[in-house]
């Protein structure tokens, strides 16, 4: 079957950074997306990933090893704007998205 | 700007009263997806249309049907709500299906059903 996994929850301090893995088995490749989603709205697109190596976007950078299955979202300087949740979804060979059921990003102060 | 909206943002419904849920884009994409999001789950897709074309998942229950009248409005019409069809509903678009195109979000209709 195909699946992704991803923390349920993960908590950081404002300043720090934080590294919010996922793992995904699907049935063909074509990219890896990671969106932004704040409590009650709708998810935003922060990256997307088809090639193995880090892209780096401001603040936040996105690393995929398709040889591995295996991709993480990195948050730098966290702010406080940036609790919500977090989800990854993998394209399969049929160019269906597969979702993650996201990881919820706590920041403290 | 060019953008995904829907309407309304909240609806409150009765158990087995239809409701229709409604989404239109400025984006002039040609895919346009109805999801279904629960607390803390993974958006579940629906349907999705490309142009006129639809395109229905296997799991997805009789009671959800979708109309696309033309290239900008897309609907969402739940025939007779139970108490489990209470959830966020996201109409999302892209530019192309059968490739690995961004899809964009509305803000979502949050649907309550007592």
């Known amino acids: 079957g195909q699946n992704i996994d991803q923390p349920t929850e993960m908590t950081a301090t404002e300043g720090a950074i934080v590294q919010i893995n996922c793992t995904y088995q699907?049935?063909?490749?074509?990219?890896l997306f990671w969106y932004q989603q704040h409590a009650g709205e709708a998810p935003t697109f922060l990256s997307y990933n088809v090639l193995d190596g880090l892209e780096e976007k401001g603040r936040f950078s996105s690393f995929l090893s398709r040889s591995k299955g295996y991709s993480y979202l990195l948050l730098q300087e966290l702010q406080m704007k940036d609790s919500a949740s977090y989800l990854c979804a993998s394209i399969d060979s049929n160019y269906q998205l597969i979702w993650g059921a996201g990881t919820k990003l706590i920041i403290k102060p | 700007d060019a953008m995904v909206i829907q309407n309304p943002r909240y609806q409150v419904t009765q158990f087995g009263k239809p409701v229709t849920l409604s989404c239109s884009q400025t984006?002039?994409?040609?895919?346009m997806y109805w999801y279904q999001q629960k607390s803390s789950q993974a958006p579940k897709l629906l349907f999705h249309y490309y142009d006129k074309d639809f395109n229905n998942e296997a799991d997805t229950p009789d009671n959800f049907q979708s109309r696309r009248p033309n290239t900008s409005f897309c609907f969402l019409d739940i025939r007779s709500p139970g108490l489990g069809d209470a959830a966020m509903y996201l109409c999302?678009?892209?530019?192309?299906?059968?490739?690995?195109?961004?899809?964009?979000f509305g803000p979502g209709t949050r649907l309550t059903v007592l």
């Open positions: 984006l002039n994409h040609n895919v």
């Open positions: 699907t049935s063909g490749f074509n990219g």
């Open positions: 999302a678009t892209s530019l192309r299906t059968g490739g690995a195109d961004t899809q964009y």
